[in-house]
């Protein structure tokens, strides 16, 4: 049994603290590729349900259960509150993208998904490439993000989305989304932190940058004229609005106490460490953008892309977000609760009333 062979002592389903009246869950194994992949589908009730495929070298198959029926259900509400017409699902592939992904190995999962008939469509996600879904798409007709299906890198669109969102964040706390003079600290500049750290400079904001990678930094400074601080600080720098745009967690009981900005509002995912700590945000009156509606523009522009005809209903519903988010704010406000909370439950609403 090589190291990434699952034990058979995979957590039971049913009894799985992320389960949560899942619909579907597929394990899936070809021998010949040495495909064991999971196939968790959360909630069909507004439509197909749309979620990336992860690749990831898991320890044990139990932490890839985990994952694949915590980001299912974390997707059927992304796509829920995006308005989208689509449930949630995820998929994961026990294997190591460096070593073990081959184009049979992705076929074989095309398979997997192809049998589900429909009931989960599969895209990128960590580890997978457009190229990854080419080989997918051998195989289904249920998948997105190819060169024919597909906008080609979701990034642009989040990035888009965050910045609308922190637009509408500054318009609820500030009584205007102009950005002229504000200061921001972007924490992280891959993909979408440096397309979002773009949208600000243009609008006139003034820029805090950090991130792990050197090289990025400088490329921030030099383009944006921006002032670089430790990212282990960044939350700390004295700005407006904090944009966490790297890894999640990065709200906790640690950091919160220290955040001077009013307004922290970025695309990384799964920014609260625990629930205490959306509470906590609202103690200290700042304003939180919960991050899977600020950051739905990726899924926006992989759901909703037509191929050959331009993305102006993806931008439209992209900056759509920023109208969601007031609503959210505002409800929040009146009902004296936090924001995720009140995202949670347009969610629910809307895949009630589906
Ligand atoms: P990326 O890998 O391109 O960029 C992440 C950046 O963060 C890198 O430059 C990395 O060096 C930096 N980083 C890592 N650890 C850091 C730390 N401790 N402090 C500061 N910087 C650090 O990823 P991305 O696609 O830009 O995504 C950023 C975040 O947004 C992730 O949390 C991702 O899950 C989330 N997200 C991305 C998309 C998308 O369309 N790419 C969609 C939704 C959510």
């Given at each position: 049994m090589n190291a990434l062979t699952p034990t058979v002592s995979t957590a039971v389903v049913f009894d799985h603290p992320e389960f949560s009246e899942h619909e579907d869950v597929i394990f899936a194994h070809d021998a010949a590729t040495g495909l064991f992949a999971i196939i968790a589908v959360h909630d069909t009730r507004l439509g197909p349900a749309l979620g990336g495929c992860r690749m990831w070298p898991y320890d044990h198959a139990g932490d890839a259960l985990t994952d694949a029926l915590r980001l299912s259900r974390g997707m059927t509400y992304k796509n829920a509150v995006a308005g989208l017409p689509l449930g949630g699902g995820k998929a994961v592939i026990i294997a190591d993208p460096k070593k073990h992904k081959t184009p049979g190995l992705m076929e074989a999962f095309g398979l997997h998904v192809d049998r589900l008939g429909g009931a989960y469509i599969t895209a990128e996600d960590v580890g997978i490439s457009p190229e990854d879904m080419e080989a997918v798409a051998r195989s289904t007709e249920h998948v997105r993000g190819t060169r024919e299906t597909g906008l080609g890198d979701p990034?642009?669109?989040?990035?888009?989305?965050?910045?609308?969102?922190?637009?509408?964040?500054?318009?609820?706390?500030?009584?205007?989304?102009?950005?002229?003079?504000?200061?921001?600290?972007?924490?992280?500049?891959?993909?979408?932190?440096?397309?979002?750290?773009?949208?600000?400079?243009?609008?006139?904001?003034?820029?805090?940058?950090?991130?792990?990678?050197?090289?990025?930094?400088?490329?921030?400074?030099?383009?944006?004229?921006?002032?670089?601080?430790?990212?282990?600080?960044?939350?700390?720098?004295?700005?407006?609005?904090?944009a966490p745009c790297a890894l999640g967690a990065g709200l906790n009981s640690r950091t919160i106490p220290r955040i001077s900005a009013k307004i922290v509002a970025g695309a990384a995912n799964n920014q609260l460490q625990t629930e205490a700590d959306g509470a906590r945000l609202k103690e200290r009156g700042i304003l939180y953008a919960p991050d899977y509606v600020i950051n739905a523009g990726g899924v926006i522009s992989i759901a909703l892309a037509k191929p050959g005809s331009g993305d102006n209903t993806v931008r439209h519903q992209t900056l759509a977000i920023g109208e969601t988010l007031t609503e959210i704010f505002r409800r929040a406000d009146s009902e004296d609760r936090s924001p995720e909370k009140i995202a949670d439950e347009i969610a629910e609403e809307r895949l009630a009333a589906a």
């Open positions: 990034s642009p669109y989040t990035a888009l989305g965050v910045f609308a969102g922190i637009q509408a964040a500054a318009r609820h706390v500030y009584g205007s989304e102009d950005l002229g003079g504000r200061t921001v600290s972007v924490q992280g500049l891959g993909s979408v932190g440096f397309g979002l750290a773009g949208h600000l400079h243009k609008a006139g904001a003034k820029l805090i940058v950090s991130d792990i990678d050197a090289p990025a930094v400088v490329r921030a400074i030099d383009a944006f004229d921006a002032i670089a601080v430790d990212p282990a600080e960044a939350h700390m720098a004295p700005v407006d609005i904090f």
